[in-house]
C-alpha cells in the first residue's frame, strides 16, 4: 500500500505544479491599453465648458477582440489580442485628455458632469464605425463628430476618416498607430472648437 502512494506520488505533485502555473498571475495573453499621448497643438483663447459624451462605436467594434479588417469585407476579432479595458471608455478618457490639452482655457468634463458658467457650452459627441488594423498595414479610424450648444443644437458636423501606416507589424505598433490616428481626430475637433468659439 505504501509503495502504492509513492508511484502516485510523482503524478500527484505534477498535477499540483501545473494547478500553481495556470493560476498563477500574468498567466494569461496580455491586454492593451490605448497609449496616453504626445504633446497637442494648444489654443489658448478657447474658453468654453465642454462636455464629452460617451463614445458610440459599431456592434463588431463592442468587444474585448482588437479588430482586423482581413480583405475589403471581412473583419475579425482577435482572440488573444484583447483590450485591457472597453473601448469606448477608453476613447472618450484619451478624447477628454487631447481636447484639455489642446484647449487650456476649456473646462473638459464627461457628460453629466456640473459645467462651469459664463462659458459657452458645448457638447461632443462621436460615432466611430471603424476603429481597425487593415490587411495592407494601415491602421484606420473612421466616423463621424457632431458639435452641439447648451441647448442641444447642432453646431457642426463633419465625418472623419484616418488612415495611419503601420511602423511594423503586431499587436502593440497597431494599438499604437490607432490611438495616433484618434488623436489626429481629436486635433482636429480641437481646432474646430477653437474656430467656434
Known amino acids: 500500500m505504501i509503495q502504492t502512494a509513492c508511484r502516485r506520488l510523482p503524478a500527484l505533485l505534477l498535477l499540483l505544479g501545473l494547478a500553481a502555473c495556470s493560476a498563477a498571475p500574468g498567466g494569461g495573453q496580455p491586454g ?31 468587444g474585448e477582440g482588437i479588430v482586423m479588417q482581413l480583405s475589403d469585407i471581412e473583419v475579425y476579432p482577435a482572440r488573444q489580442h484583447l483590450w ?42 462621436l460615432r466611430l464605425d471603424r476603429f481597425q488594423g487593415r490587411y495592407d498595414g494601415v491602421a484606420l479610424a473612421q466616423g463621424q463628430w457632431q458639435l452641439l450648444d447648451g441647448q442641444g443644437r447642432l453646431l457642426a458636423q463633419a465625418d472623419f476618416s484616418v488612415a495611419r501606416p503601420l511602423p511594423e507589424d503586431g499587436y502593440p505598433a497597431l494599438v499604437r498607430t490607432l490611438a495616433a490616428a484618434w488623436e489626429q481626430v481629436a486635433d482636429e475637433l480641437a481646432a474646430e472648437l477653437a474656430l467656434g468659439l
Open 32 to 62: 492593451y491599453l490605448l497609449p496616453a499621448g504626445t504633446a497637442a497643438a494648444t489654443h489658448p483663447e478657447a474658453g468654453a465648458a465642454i462636455a464629452v459624451a460617451p463614445v458610440r462605436v459599431a456592434d463588431f467594434l463592442d
Open 84 to 125: 485591457a479595458q472597453e473601448l469606448p471608455g477608453q476613447l472618450q478618457q484619451l478624447l477628454q485628455q487631447r481636447l484639455a490639452a489642446a484647449l487650456p482655457a476649456a473646462q473638459v468634463v464627461s457628460r453629466g458632469q456640473p459645467l462651469l458658467s459664463g462659458l459657452p457650452a458645448r457638447e461632443v459627441r
